[in-house]
């Protein structure tokens, strides 16, 4: 999957901007192809992605129901992994210890909502091309403005 870069980019810094909870963040898809962290370029990112794919995996493979797996937080002394999924996009997150876990999740699950794949490039066959429409002048612009406009009521003389 696509990602515009600058998407996920931007949903990442929001999301460290507004939850001070979050020490590090990584947006991915189902393949585990990083799209944006916040932990730059470096394989830590993509490490991160694979150990959240990878407790999701092991997550899905012990969880009762037939409902998918959206969300999980795994919890140490030191800090926890939180896990979001929507479709084929994950956001996973580290926080320090005893985070609030409702608000983690809720800010990760705004923080993907703002993650928009970009869409597939659509091939027009040659020669569909549309012809550029007409600028309109200042002065035409003016005329239709001024034919729009209601007439204004007199009001009659009372007697």
Excluded at 50 to 74: I, P, Y
Excluded at 86 to 108: E, W
Aim: net charge positive; charged share 25%; no cysteine.
């Amino acid at each position: 999957m696509l990602w515009t870069e600058m998407d996920a980019q931007q949903a990442l810094a929001d999301l460290t901007e507004i939850s001070s909870q979050i020490q590090a963040a990584v947006v991915f898809d189902d393949t585990g192809k990083v799209a944006a962290s916040t932990l730059g370029d470096s394989p830590r990112a993509e490490e991160l992605a694979q150990a959240a794919g990878g407790l999701l995996a092991a997550a899905e493979a012990v969880k009762t129901g037939e409902s998918a797996l959206t969300q999980l937080e795994v919890a140490t002394g030191e800090g926890s992994v939180f896990v979001v999924r929507a479709g084929k996009t994950v956001i996973a997150a580290t926080t320090g210890s005893n985070p609030t876990a409702g608000l983690v999740f809720y800010d990760l699950k705004s923080a993907l909502r703002n993650v928009k794949p970009k869409p597939a490039a659509e091939k027009k066959p040659a020669g569909t091309t549309k012809p550029a429409a007409a600028k309109k002048t200042a002065t035409a612009a003016k005329k239709k403005t001024a034919a729009r406009k209601p007439a204004t009521r007199k009001k009659p003389d009372a007697p």
